[in-house]
T-cell receptor, first 119, second 111 residues
Framework: GAVVSQHPSRVICKSGTSVKIECRSL??????MFWYRQFPKQSLMLMAT?????????EQGVEKDKFLINHASLTLSTLTVTSAHPEDSSFYIC???????????????FGPGTRLTVL | DAKTTQPPSMDCAEGRAANLPCNHS???????VYWYRQIHSQGPQYIIH???NNETNEMASLIITEDRKSSTLILPHATLRDTAVYYC????????????FGQGTELSVKP
């Protein structure tokens, strides 16, 4: 089956530093990836849509200058949390759509998530 | 995309069937019903999807009412490993679009 990985699985950083999270589709190509954020006891909240070779589309209320997204290849999207603060501590999850398969397999596959803690 | 309503929590005895309801009264004709689940501290996992006919796979069955305004996900023999939050989502099939998650149902399977 389609596998999506994230790295790192957990990260602790100091306030004011930047953190980069990678999302990789391991056995398929993905022109479209999504980034979600999840706070404790809450549902997933879509942050942005990452499109290979073009700018990301951010959901309303998500600061594009704070959450930088780069989708430079068909298997890799990165999310950089710039100048992180304690309120950015959350569980960040990516998903990817298999753009190379038949249309019936145009489904989202989720990564295992990255736990970010900002001290 | 249409909104969905699910009970916040449910309990189920191990080995028994778990029936998780979802209301989607404003669903459009071209929208499918998808079910995902999220085990604690993991990414969501796809379970099943359907349009109007009942569907079954190795994980679960999906029963959609004739008017399509509600559906039920059935886990035929729940195990402790099925303890998770279950999300019912409606969206257009293969649009390649985003999934909007509601609050889901927290299913606790008890021994």
């Amino acid at each position: 089956g389609a596998v999506v990985s994230q790295h790192p699985s957990r990260v602790i950083c100091k306030s004011g530093t930047s953190v980069k999270i990678e999302c990789r589709s391991l056995d398929f190509q993905a022109t479209t990836m999504f980034w979600y954020r999840q706070f404790p006891k809450q549902s997933l909240m879509l942050m942005a849509t990452s499109n290979e070779g073009s700018k990301a589309t951010y959901e309303q209320g998500v600061e594009k200058d704070k959450f930088l997204i780069n989708h430079a290849s068909l298997t890799l999207s990165t999310l950089t949390v710039t100048s992180a603060h304690p309120e950015d501590s959350s569980f960040y999850i990516c998903s990817a759509i298999n753009s190379g398969g038949p249309s019936s397999y145009n489904e989202q596959f989720f990564g295992p998530g990255t736990r970010l803690t900002v001290l | 995309d249409a909104k969905t309503t699910q009970p916040p929590s449910m309990d189920c005895a191990e080995g028994r069937a778990a029936n998780l309801p979802c209301n989607h009264s404003t669903i459009s004709g071209n929208e499918y019903v998808y079910w995902y689940r999220q085990i604690h501290s993991q990414g969501p996992q796809y379970i099943i999807h359907g349009l109007k006919n009942n569907e079954t796979n190795e994980m679960a069955s999906l029963i959609i009412t004739e008017d399509r305004k509600s559906s039920t996900l059935i886990l035929p023999h729940a195990t402790l490993r099925d303890t998770a939050v279950y999300y019912c989502i409606v969206r257009v099939f293969n649009q390649g679009g985003k999934l909007i998650f509601g609050q889901g149902t927290e299913l606790s399977v008890k021994p």
